[in-house]
């Protein structure tokens, strides 16, 4: 249960994230208002509250994260942008997974090794 509650937490980390990067993408890039920057910041600070949330040490957080952080792109990239993922991209996102997985919990996993 702890490796979903960890996951679905980056999870939303992750739209926070993304959500904060690109408002300020359409601002720049897409020529949309101005005031898209109010959010972008505020989802950029709910972001690293958001990390903070982790009982793990940063650095492992930060490493995990990654995983999760690309798996979610992906699936902005497929809603948002209508792009469809191509096979390689869920591929990697599976590796990205078990990364994160050996990453977070790998300690509690080697004792079934």
Request: with cysteine.
């Amino acid at each position: 249960m702890e490796i979903i509650k960890t996951l679905g937490l980056f999870v939303v980390t992750a739209v926070a994230e993304i959500i904060g990067c690109y408002l300020p993408y359409l601002y720049l890039k897409e020529g949309k208002s101005f005031w898209l920057l109010l959010p972008a910041a505020v989802s950029l600070c709910l972001f690293v509250w958001l990390l903070t949330l982790h009982p793990q040490a940063a650095g492992r957080v930060y490493a995990a994260y990654g995983g999760v952080y690309i798996s979610v792109a992906l699936m902005w990239l497929w809603l948002i942008d209508a792009i469809r993922p191509t096979g390689s991209d869920w591929v990697g996102v599976g590796l990205c997974l078990a990364g994160v997985i050996v990453i977070m919990y790998g300690r509690q996993l080697s004792r079934y090794f």
